[in-house]
């Protein structure tokens, strides 16, 4: 199916008439606005145009009559309160079958009356004029059309919530299992007929006794699970208020409230260790450190220390030796001229000593010069390290302390985290008593259903002779259960195709691809479940808003794919919530391949020129609604914004 032309005359905020008119064979249609300005009524006016009072826009609207409803979108600015809608479309690029319905109405009595006119071929058909709901329906059913026609916004909130139960009835419809319920239906009302008449009567009321509890335990059941599915989106909801005042306590400084007693604390820690590394320092100071100041002279006094201690040893030497000679026999000239030069020898400067260095004095300055003063200085910059971060600490402790909170709107914050935290507790034992109690609803179904099997076996074995009514409704019990099994062996068939037709979309857009490696939904509950590389089950609250909005979207393409349905797709603001990495992946891969024609309404904001870029190439028709603040009405110009021509 491919929309050729799309008419709206005194539509909503289109007066007079506007076209919309889609002549490229490339997939995507840009249609560019900003808020407000009608594309939104540009979604409404397909759905009206294809399903009249069907139309899900007018089911989920605020109206509660059809009248009514038409009625508001009477443009009145050219005084006739005429309207009319058209749209025309092929059922593929062969254009062998073309369809062109057109919906009329005034709002100039008390009651709007619509007309509704069908061609096809360029041909008015009466049978298609008066059967086109039914003719619609086989095309593209009304319950399936969200799935084809969808607002961005819309999907962001359903992101968020758990796979509700009118999505699991849609997916049976896509997937096209509802057709089985029709005909048990069907069946119900032949045995139901049938069964009046039968010599069995008896057996067979009980049997339809067992069966009315049997399908009441599943009626209970279904209750419960959709119980159950809107307590879950229930606690969604406060979890995200929770986590809301959180993030707005947080930014109120109510961490630095909580944090008060332990970074005083800290600062009590810090304040110690400043006033340590001052005394060690001050320590430092009263000992060897000062010598720093005169190291060259150390130096010095080492050397002529040094000097004195070798002069004294030399001069001990010397008398030493005066005293032997004195008491040797031999005297010699030679011994004395040798004993002469090395008096000579001796600095007569160093005859009186300088400093009289004791040997212990000398070690103490030999050892100062060596090691102590560099372990001293090493030590000094070790405590003023830590001295100085010790303060930098202090300091940052101080401006954490000296911010201005208002801890009375805090004490208020608070009482509504711990109102909203005494809420989550109620709603989660309210959740965990509704799943004990399907557990023991789930329990009597299986009874029900035991029984009701076991006493339809021995019904059905007493018809063998039966008449050919009994035969009738034997074989309808038999085609019913069978049907069950079957649905259930379908449904799970199904579910296992489209999961992981949905991981393979999912992973051709999500950003991280090992977050979610597998995509599983449960054959009977329709249920999703996301799988991480290890195997174990990734929680929907580790998801952020944008990858839940991206889960829905793969579910959506999944389902357009394994209906094997060739539909347009029609987007209302396509990137809600979603980040530019997310944006970038919905543009270059879903948008191109959605459909054969995906027609996108978005702002300048969400498609910008950047994005527009992107996806530039597979763009054919471009269109700008451009609103006029002084006629209060929108006109159509093609071109998509300051980036495409012509407007």
């Known amino acids: 199916m491919i929309i050729k032309k799309l008419i709206m005359h005194n539509f909503g905020v289109y007066a007079s008439t506007n076209i919309l008119e889609f002549k490229s064979d490339k997939p995507v249609v840009l249609i560019g606005g900003m808020n407000g300005r009608g594309k939104t009524t540009i979604l409404e006016a397909v759905l009206l145009s294809l399903y009249g009072a069907n139309s899900f826009a007018f089911i989920e609207s605020k109206y509660a009559t059809y009248g009514q409803y038409l009625r508001s979108y009477v443009n009145k600015a050219d005084g006739t309160f005429y309207t ?3 749209i025309e479309f092929t059922m593929d690029a062969s254009e062998e079958e073309v369809y062109f319905i057109h919906r009329e109405w005034d709002a100039n009595g008390q009651r709007v009356r619509e007309r509704i006119m069908v061609k096809k071929n360029n041909v008015e058909s009466i049978f298609l004029t008066e059967n086109w709901p039914m003719f619609v329906e086989n095309i593209l059913p009304s319950a399936l059309s969200n799935f084809f026609f969808f607002d961005g916004e819309k999907i962001a909130e359903l992101a968020v919530e758990d796979t509700s139960g ?10 096209g299992i509802t057709v089985l319920d029709v005909l048990k239906s069907d069946l119900k009302k032949i045995i139901s007929r049938l069964s009046k008449d039968s010599s069995l009567h008896k057996e067979l009321k009980e049997l339809d006794e067992l069966k009315m509890k049997k399908d009441e335990a599943e009626r209970n059941l279904a209750e419960a699970d959709e119980k159950i599915a809107q307590k879950s989106a229930r606690l969604d909801e406060i979890n995200m208020k929770y986590e809301k005042l959180l993030s707005e306590y947080a930014v109120m400084g109510g961490g630095i409230i909580e944090q008060k007693n332990d970074l005083m604390s800290q600062r009590t820690e810090h304040m110690a260790a400043l006033s340590a590394s001052q005394d060690q320092l001050l320590d430092l100071a009263a000992g060897e450190m000062p010598f720093m100041l005169v190291r060259s002279l150390l130096y010095d006094i080492q050397a002529q220390g040094i000097m004195e201690h070798e002069h004294k040893l030399n001069r001990l030497a010397l008398d030493k030796v005066r005293q032997l000679y004195k008491s040797f026999t031999e005297k010699s000239d030679v011994l004395n001229t040798f004993m002469d030069y090395v008096q000579d020898q001796m600095k007569p400067e160093l005859n009186e000593g300088l400093y009289n260095l004791s040997d212990a004095d000398l070690f103490r300055i030999e050892m100062l010069n060596k090691s102590s003063l560099d372990l001293c200085v090493n030590k000094a910059r070790e405590l003023i ?8 600490k202090i300091d940052e402790i101080d401006n954490s302390l000296s911010v201005d909170i208002d ?5 208020e914050l608070f009482d509504k985290i711990k109102m909203a935290e005494k809420e989550i507790g109620s709603e989660e034992l309210q959740y965990e008593m509704l799943e004990k109690a399907r557990v023991s609803l789930h329990g009597a179904y299986i009874t029900a259903e035991s029984e009701f099997n076991r006493y339809a076996e021995n019904v059905l074995s007493s018809l063998e002779a039966a008449d050919s009514a009994e035969r009738t409704v034997k074989y309808a019990h038999m085609a019913e259960r069978i049907m069950n099994l079957y649905q259930i062996k379908l449904q799970e068939r199904k579910a296992d195709l489209l999961a992981g037709t949905m991981t393979d979309c999912y992973k051709k857009l999500a950003n991280k691809k090992n977050l979610v490696s597998k995509i599983i939904m449960d054959g009977k509950t329709l249920d999703l479940h996301y799988i991480n590389d290890e195997g174990d089950e990734v929680a929907k609250k580790r998801l952020s808003a944008g990858e839940k909005q991206l889960m829905v979207i793969s579910l959506l393409w999944a389902l ?3 209906s094997k349905k060739k539909l347009p797709v029609i987007i209302d603001t396509p990137l809600s919530r979603l980040d530019s990495i997310h944006r970038q992946a919905l543009i270059k891969t879903y948008f191109p391949n959605a459909s054969d024609q995906t ?14 870029d992107l996806i530039k190439e597979n763009v054919g028709d471009k269109f700008t609604l ?3 603040d002084l006629t209060k009405r929108t006109a159509i110009k093609r071109g998509y914004f300051g980036w495409g021509a012509e407007i």
């Open 84 to 86: 009319y809608v058209d």
């Open 166 to 175: 009118k999505m699991k009835e849609s997916i049976k419809a896509m997937l």
């Open 385 to 392: 390290g830590v001295r100085e971060n010790s303060k930098k």
């Open 407 to 411: 801890e009375k709107g805090l004490n």
């Open 560 to 562: 357009a794919i394994c």
């Open 599 to 612: 027609i996108i309404l978005s702002t300048d904001s969400e498609i910008d020129e950047n994005y527009y």
């Open 626 to 628: 451009i609103y006029s």
